[in-house]
Structures are given as structure tokens and as C-alpha cells.
């Protein structure tokens, strides 16, 4: 991110932080915390599960702050953190997958359906997927990235990405048309 | 659903982001207050090995204590008294 005149830039937060001063890190975590939020809000259900993956990802990201070579801007390596620690954290929830209820009103048509009320609905079909699926998906076409920087984030082929989004829309269409059958 | 449906509803669902500014307000505060209990609470290696030094110096008192008070067995007294060469003879003579 570059900084405006008078701005410290996040290089030199960096360095800062890693010769020990925990305000650079706040600053840090002020000017890149909305763009971390709005990847793990996807992943979590509630403001208490969403602020403890955010402090999961920051904490893991001042531990490895050492690793960070400059290499790529600071934010990109940022998300990538965030992406694979929600990651560990769909893994470590999968017992719950059956926690998230829609209620028993029948989907509306997909034509005029309410911003809310798809959230609502993807939310629960979401849970029911593997957490691969998940992920791949809602980067996609969720967050819109493309198949190349999904592939970044995570680590994976490209191939792999096509694959898993691919499985992962065919679940997600059997899954809502259970639920519409229902 | 066909994929045009799923389209529309991804299309629907991307129209309301979630709404993170609840959480994240005071968030740097919590953060560092978690660092730091991190922090406190993780130790480096070095620090055990002191923190180990007096069960480790007490295992080698009790062994030294040991060693001096422990009974002695009264037949290996015996073995190590005689030589290899007179328990033999003993043996063959039947004295």
C-alpha cells in the first residue's frame, strides 16, 4: 500500500515492528484490517467468531512478519495469511456444518430474491460443503477473484482451483435443490 | 437449479457484504492485549533448561546419596574376592 506524504510507509512499519515496537504493528493493523475482515466475515457466522479468525490471522502474520520479503506488496502477503488460516479454520469447523439452519419458508425465486435473503441461503448451503469447496467458491464468486489468484492464495494448481470450483457448484446445486424439494 | 439460478444468487449474495464494522471497532486494542498475552505466555527453550536446573540437581543428589547408603550384596563381595582361576580350581575339585 503506498503511503501518502508524511505517511510511514508498510515497509518501514515492518521493520519497525520487528525491532520490537507493538505501535507500527497497530498502524499496520489499522490501515489492513478492513481488507482482512472482509475475507474471514465470509468464513464465520457471528462478530465473536469473526474477531477471534481476525486475530488468528494477525497474530499469525506478526509471527511470520520476519518472512515477509518485500517481494510482493505487503497486502497480497497479508491475504494470503488470511486466506489460509480461514482455511484451518473451516478444517477445525467441520463438525458444524450442520449447525447452520435456514428456516423452513420455501427459497424464493432466484429472479427477484433479496440481497440478504441469498446470503441467508448461500450461508447454509456453504456449510455444507468440504472445506476446499468452500473456500475455492466463495473466493470466486463471492469475493470475484480470478482462478490465477485463488491459486496464489491457496497454494494450489490452477487445474486444482477449475476442479474444486467446479465439484463445488455442482454440490451447492444439489444441495439447494434438496432443501427447494423439501 | 441450473446454473443460472446459482448465478443469480451468488449475483444477489454479493450485493450484501457482510457488515464487519462492529468488529471491527477497538479491534488493534484487543489485538495487542492478545499479543501480549501470547507473549507472556510462550517461553524460549533456554529459560526452561534454568527453570529445570533444581530437579535436575536434586535427581543427582539423591543418586550420589544412593550410592553411598544402598546395602551392598554380600555374594558379589564374595565373587569379586575370588579370581577366575581359583573358582575354577574349586570347581574341578570339588572344594
Known sequence: MGAPDGELTDERLIQSTLAGDDEAFA????????RVFSIAARFTRSDAELDDLSQEIFIKA???LAKFRGE??????????????CYDHLRKSRHDRDAVAL????LPSTDNIEP???????????????????????????????VR??????????????????????????ILETHHER | MNDDQLNKLFAAARQAPPDTGRAEFGFETRLLARLRAVRQGELPWFVW???LAPVFAAVVIALGVWNFTAPTD??????????????????????
Open chain 1, 27 to 34: 498502524e499496520l493493523v489499522r490501515r489492513h484490517k478492513h
Open chain 1, 62 to 64: 506478526y509471527r511470520q
Open chain 1, 72 to 85: 510482493a506488496p505487503f497486502e497480497h502477503w497479508l491475504a494470503r495469511v488470511a486466506v489460509r488460516t
Open chain 1, 103 to 106: 428456516d423452513d419458508v420455501e
Open chain 1, 116 to 146: 440478504r435473503r441469498a446470503r441467508e441461503v448461500l450461508d447454509f448451503a456453504l456449510a455444507k460443503l468440504s472445506p476446499e469447496e468452500r473456500l475455492v467458491i466463495t473466493l470466486l464468486e463471492l469475493q470475484e477473484r480470478t
Open chain 1, 149 to 174: 489468484e485463488i491459486a496464489a492464495l491457496t497454494g494450489w494448481s490452477e487445474a486444482n482451483v477449475k476442479v474444486r470450483a467446479f465439484r463445488a457448484r455442482q454440490s451447492l446445486k444439489k
Open chain 2, 49 to 51: 533448561t534454568w527453570r
Open chain 2, 74 to 95: 554380600p555374594l558379589a563381595e564374595i565373587i569379586s574376592d575370588t579370581s577366575d582361576e581359583a573358582a575354577l580350581v574349586a570347581m574341578l575339585t570339588g572344594e
